[in-house]
């Protein structure tokens, strides 16, 4: 009796062979990560980084303006610069929305969450903008064969791209420059793949890409030749957030968003513990650790994140914040006594800046109506609609005004504040 070809002592032999081959392959150690600039200028350019995530604009401000003093041709200040404004609006933006208790859903069909921008802040960073794409491309002109140039162009072309779709919400200007990012990267991450930062990049844009609406996934398709695709920008992502000399704290950031859409709560909040022991002073990442506890059904635990929020002591945060949220996240427990108390203490809080007066006295209302507390529920709805609307706060309070907030409602209230969601899974 004959033994079945695949096991006949040829192909045995193969198949060991290939099999010796691929684990040969496999053992082979990757080449080490290269650094996206030279030693000079990312000694200059990674305490930028770690500026802004401990939101310490006017230190990274700063430090940028040192570089384009000492460099005025080089184009990393200025690209750092536009990075710098980009996310002091986003840090605005999250803070709000952690607040509100509304997540920032930028990438969903029909996003609830949007902001006004001062008119001479936007000017300013579209100037800033336009002024480090410039650069970067003088730069490539005159050394084509510096690697900085095109990376440092494509990180121009993403920070724009950014703020397009979270700060004016652009989501077509946002696949155009995300195009441009793709452009500006393509020989260089193809060519250089041990450039991580640069994947980093494109892994972020391809990520984003695969999580839009069809309308917009096709158009950023045909007209900009973007391809999304989720698994290989987590590959990328993952590689950057551990290899990363610039893009790794973003990235690691990037991957929380990613892992609450897959409901990967845990893993998710490991990566934002790990941003929190890194960074301590970065209140918007406690913030996101107690709203990813609110949504993975852990109240209990929100409550306690929200108590050490409070307890800590951080420079650029104002107490009433803590305060509200815990009134909310009480309210969620069914503790309606104490909700309303936390809310009174954070509306007394001498410091409260108006919109969070004004997102206060709406879920102070909220939580009286549940009371049953009426007429003092229509005077702090009424308090809402004297004062400047956020995330609109101004239409919550009319409807309450109509109608009182019931527990019925309760069941559909906001979810996920801080947090940027890639599409409506936390609404």
């Not at 859903?105 to 410039?134: I, N, Q, Y």
Request: hydrophobic share 40%.
């Amino acid at each position: 009796m004959s033994l079945p070809r695949a096991l006949r002592p040829g192909w045995l032999a193969a198949a060991l062979l290939i099999f010796g081959l691929v684990c040969l392959v496999a053992q082979v150690p990757r080449s080490p990560a290269r650094k996206p600039l030279t030693d000079v200028m990312l000694a200059r350019v990674r305490p930028i980084i770690d500026a802004i995530y401990r939101l310490d604009y006017p230190v990274a401000e700063t430090l940028c303006q040192k570089i384009i003093q000492d460099y005025p041709e080089h184009p990393a200040g200025y690209v750092y610069c536009e990075r710098v404004y980009f996310s002091r609006e986003l840090s605005k933006a999250r803070l709000l929305s952690a607040q509100r208790a509304m997540g920032m859903d930028l990438f969903s069909g029909a996003p609830k969450f949007s902001l006004r921008v001062p008119r001479d802040v936007d000017a300013r960073f579209e100037s800033t903008a336009e002024m480090a794409t410039r650069k970067a491309r003088q730069w490539i002109s005159r050394f084509p064969e510096d690697l900085s140039g095109p990376y440092l162009l494509g990180s121009a072309y993403a920070y724009k791209s950014s703020y397009e779709v979270s700060i004016r919400q652009s989501r077509l200007s946002a696949s155009g420059d995300a195009g441009k990012t793709f452009k500006a990267l393509k020989d260089l991450v193809h060519e250089h793949p041990e450039i991580v930062d640069a994947r980093a990049l494109t892994g972020a844009f391809s990520v984003v890409a695969d999580s839009l609406d069809f309308k917009t996934k096709t158009i950023a398709l045909v007209f900009f030749g973007i391809h999304g695709n989720l698994e290989s920008g987590r590959r990328d992502m993952e590689d950057a957030a551990v290899r990363g000399f610039i893009e790794n704290d973003d990235a690691n950031l990037l991957l929380s968003i990613l892992d609450t859409r897959e409901k990967r709560y845990d893993q998710a909040r490991s990566r934002l513990l790990q941003l929190h022991e890194r960074y301590p002073g970065n209140y918007l990442v406690h913030l996101d650790m107690a709203a990813l506890d609110s949504i993975s059904g852990k109240p209990a635990q929100a409550l306690l994140t929200y108590r050490e929020l409070l307890g800590t002591e951080y420079a650029g945060l104002d107490a009433s914040v803590a305060l509200c949220l815990l009134g909310v996240t009480a309210r969620t427990l069914g503790d309606l006594p104490q909700s309303e108390r936390w809310l009174r203490q954070a509306a007394g809080v001498p410091s409260i800046p108006t919109p969070s007066l004004a997102i206060t006295s709406l879920e102070r209302g909220k939580t009286l109506d549940l009371l049953g507390q009426r007429e003092n529920a229509m005077a702090q709805y009424r308090q809402v609609m004297n004062v400047e609307d956020v995330l609109g706060t101004r239409d919550d309070a009319k409807r309450w005004l109509i109608r009182p907030f019931d527990r019925a409602a309760m069941k559909q209230d906001n979810r996920g504040g801080g947090l940027i969601t890639l599409d409506d899974a936390l609404r």
